[in-house]
């Protein structure tokens, strides 16, 4: 393309890529980090005490919450323009807002954090909490430029990038702890460590490929009329995704306040465990969803899409969350050691939540295109108060265990809520997906069965979790046998 004689830069190439494909690709980067994670907590748990992992687990909160909001939901709305140059322009926008954002936490943090780590009970934070609003930079940075690649569907420089994130960060927790530094100090730099490693790694990739044709689309004209145009993600979806991470980060909050650093380790190490499907396969689906979602809206096609996947999900997953609610504190007790019995068992508790979270994640794009922002946030408010509530009546009954019994069952009465919702939304016919969640309970009651018996005739942790291993295992043939795909749209 040419313009005063000068050859102007291409427009990005969208590639022609399936949905099951691009599925594919981030579930193996993301598979492949999830693995090498899991595989090395049993390492992390031997090497860093649940002191450790509750003051990183803070301040992961801390950065979470704040990292949701580095682009004020600016960099969602880089997906939907069909105007190549308008999203340019929108990815600048975002990166110059989560500048701002760091700016801003920078201060906060300047002012009032000898007031935060007071209140959350966790003076051990205090060293590192100047780290907060560099990890939110980093977080907003790698954000945009990560829904440029959606937008694109250069979905395996996204899974390199997210894979880039654990594999770092891990590596660096395992490294500083084989040397010695097992304290929440090393474990809070190797989180951002990693985070800098996967940021600078997926800009190099945008830039190298894409980076004169942004600059050259560059107008502050357009960013303005963006900015105008989408202002709803700020004004619904901000507030929105804050009251959502909020909703998450409250328990290891609000468990260093009312009880100890080491009730915040156990819960977050369970709360590990349990996320790992999500990173695997719910986040993958989701973001894959956003833009095919679209697509299949205009197309009037959405609703087959939402029950075909929500219903193969059902299948693939019901089974190992029932067996990992069964055997999570012999597996704890097994794998992380004694001392950590007490996470199995708040996994054991959080399991039937986790599962309805694993399932609703993906689907949760169908609020922004419908446009439904509001919705999702009234969602979001009654996910905070209710998992609030629950957790000031632990705090006042002074009992950790009550409060997980609690949050998982206000977990599972909300987003059973929010199940509803989106089929509505999407005009789905939910009674077909209860009827696959029947045969899914039906086929694993055998096995679940099995295993109980097993665990009260008391044969010993290493035999109940073989015979669990062993179901899963035929699970597994049962799925691949019926070739039954997540990504499947018909």
Known sequence: MKKSGKILPASPEVRDTSFRGDVIRLVLGSGFTQIFTLVSIPVLTRLYSPDAFGVAAVFTSIVTIFGVLACMRYEQSIVIPENDS?????????????????????????????????????????????????????????????????????????????????????????????????????????????????????????????????????????????????????????????????????????????????????????????????????????????KSAAEAKIQGRLDAMVVTIFGNLVRISLFPMLMLAIVSVDLYRVVFGDRWMEAGMYTQILTGWAWLWFLTTPFTPIFSIYEKQELQLKWNVLNFCSRLLVIVIAGILQSPLVMVILLSLAGVLVYGYKVVLMFRLADAELAAVLKIFVNSFLLFLPAGGCVVTLMYADVGDLIVLGFALGFLMMHAVYIVRKKIHVMKLS
């Open 86 to 290: 308008e999203a340019a322009n929108m990815l600048v926008a975002s990166i110059s807002i989560a500048c701002v954002m760091a700016i801003m936490t920078a201060v906060a943090v300047w002012i009032g954090a000898d007031y935060l780590t007071y209140w959350l009970d966790v003076p051990q934070l205090t060293n590192y909490i100047w780290l907060v609003p560099v990890a939110v930079f980093l977080q907003g940075v790698f954000n945009a430029l990560g829904y440029w690649n959606i937008r694109i569907k250069d979905f395996g420089r996204l899974s390199a990038a997210r894979a880039a994130v654990g594999v770092t960060s891990t590596s660096s927790q395992l490294a500083l702890g084989a040397a010695g530094y097992t304290t929440s100090g090393a474990m809070i730099h190797s989180q951002v460590f990693g985070q800098f490693a996967a940021t600078c790694l997926i800009c190099y990739q945008v830039l190298k490929k894409n980076g004169a044709y942004i600059i050259h689309c560059l107008s502050f004209k357009e960013i303005c009329e963006g900015l105008r145009r989408y202002h709803k993600f700020p004004l619904y979806g901000s507030f929105s995704i804050f009251l959502g991470v909020a909703a998450w980060q409250l328990p290891v909050l609000m468990m260093g306040y009312y009880f100890s650093t080491a009730v915040v380790g156990f819960y977050a190490l369970g709360f590990r465990v349990l996320q790992s499907p999500v990173n695997l396969i719910g986040s993958a689906i989701g973001q894959v969803f956003f």
